[in-house]
Nanobody
Framework: QMQLVESGGRAAQAGGSLRLSCAPS????????VGWFRQAPGKEREFVAA????????TYADSVKGRFAISWDNAKITVWLQMNSLKPEDTAVYSC????????????????WGQGTQVTVSA
């Protein structure tokens, strides 16, 4: 079992930036790929970004390419999601999740999930 804790979500203005973090509680990310997903009210959870355990493979949803960046901290304790040029349509609960080694875009591939952090972007 792995507990994931997200933080950094808050209200922001369109065009602004936020940085979300995801860290495991009580253990490390060793060997796991990490993905970020989001769910807006009344919509299905959708893929945002993911990174491999090695850090040399990342993947992004088309809707966030060029605006969001996923990365590891130096110690590989925390995964960051840097969100720039925010849009109102980025408003959602953002959750991180893990799967072994290789990142994918499919929700069903991920094994453990965090509770999520709310991001609200106003025009």
């Amino acid at each position: 079992q792995m507990q994931l804790v997200e933080s950094g979500g808050r209200a922001a203005q369109a065009g602004g930036s936020l940085r979300l973090s995801c860290a495991p509680s009580g253990r490390t990310f060793s060997g796991w790929a990490v993905g970020w997903f989001r769910q807006a009210p009344g919509k299905e959870r959708e893929f945002v970004a993911a990174i491999s355990w090695s850090g040399n493979r990342t993947t992004y949803a088309d809707s966030v390419k060029g605006r969001f960046a996923i990365s590891w901290d130096n110690a590989k304790i925390t995964v960051w999601l840097q969100m720039n040029s925010l849009k109102p349509e980025d408003t959602a609960v953002y959750s991180c999740a893990v799967r072994p080694l290789i990142p994918t875009m499919r929700r069903s591939d991920y094994v453990y999930w965090g509770q999520g952090t709310q991001v609200t972007v106003s025009a």
